[in-house]
């Protein structure tokens, strides 16, 4: 078993548990946690024992989205990315895939072959957001709120998300949550079809564990591997190509002035000063 730093691992058959780990900084996103969050995947995709994952965070939150130092440093257009560690390559935890559909950084959650449930026990923000919609159910805390944030940093809407968020709540509410980056209550977020269900706080954890102890009771894995991959294959072959996309300009927005702003006013606590956009084609409208 590898010995992972930003993340537990825990088993309790037949739940597999991964627990984002740095609640100093409500487990903001690095690329060391997502390369550890990807090997437990696996680890518990390939354990006999393990009927469905869960995710969820340490502490009051569940995830920040990407850390602040690694948002800086790109901004600053010096950061180059961690290398995959030595430890995590050498043993096969990596997912195996049940289709080439869902081959994204943080989408392949879509293709594990077992139920993959967040637990949102506290705020979930930025790239956490497209991270906790690729898994397959989410319940929330009642008290808890979502945002995208992107905006509010000059970014676009990333890892898929805009493929993701409009087939759970509809192009225009989707719009409006990456627009605005309002914070939705986890009360709202059910309203709107984003999570589950919203519980009070103390109880997430526990339902979303109960939850797969009840269908290791009532329903067959492997019934279960197949429905999972017919809803995503079915609903549209272009997340991957979303996924893409995002990418593409993401790394173009990060040489925008707006991504600068947008992190420099987070650290300084102050509202952004973004720069109007300019009239097109050589006159106004």
């Avoid at 058959?13 to 690095?30: F, G, S, Y």
């Avoid at 690329?31 to 009927?51: S, T």
């Avoid at 195996?96 to 594990?112: A, E, N, R």
């Avoid at 409006?176 to 309203?191: C, H, I, M, W």
């Amino acid at each position: 078993m590898v010995a992972y730093e930003q993340i537990r691992y825990e088993v309790d058959d037949p739940v597999a548990t991964i627990t984002l780990n740095r609640p100093e900084v409500l487990n903001a996103w690095t690329d060391r946690m997502g390369f550890e969050v990807r090997h437990a995947v696996g680890q518990a995709e390939r354990d006999p024992n393990v009927v469905g994952i869960v995710i969820t965070g340490a502490g009051r939150g569940f995830c920040a989205g990407a850390d602040i130092r690694r948002l800086s440093a790109v901004s600053e257009g010096n950061y180059a990315g961690e290398p995959l560690p030595e430890e995590l390559k050498s043993d096969p935890g990596d997912p195996s895939f049940g289709d080439d559909l869902h081959l994204g950084t943080h989408t392949y959650l879509m293709s594990v072959p077992k139920p993959v449930i967040a637990a949102i026990n506290g705020p979930v923000a930025g790239m956490a957001v497209p991270i906790v919609l690729a898994c397959d159910l989410r319940f929330m805390a009642e008290d808890a709120i979502l945002m995208t944030a992107f905006a509010q940093r000059g970014l676009i809407a990333e890892w898929g998300i805009s493929w993701l968020l409009p087939r759970l709540v509809g192009p225009s509410v989707a719009l409006d949550l990456l627009f605005s980056s309002r914070k939705v209550p986890g009360t709202e977020a059910a309203a709107l079809g984003l999570v589950n269900a919203a519980l009070p706080r103390d109880q997430v954890l526990a339902h979303a564990q109960q939850y797969v102890r009840d269908l290791a009771v009532t329903s067959s894995p492997t019934a279960m591997a197949i429905m999972k991959r017919q809803v995503y294959q079915q609903l549209h072959p272009g997340l991957l190509a979303a996924e893409r996309e995002a990418r593409e300009l993401m790394v173009q927005s990060f040489g925008r002035p707006d991504f600068g702003e947008g992190v420099r006013s987070f650290t300084e606590r102050r509202p952004p000063r973004f720069d109007r956009v300019p009239a097109q084609g050589g006159g106004q409208r």
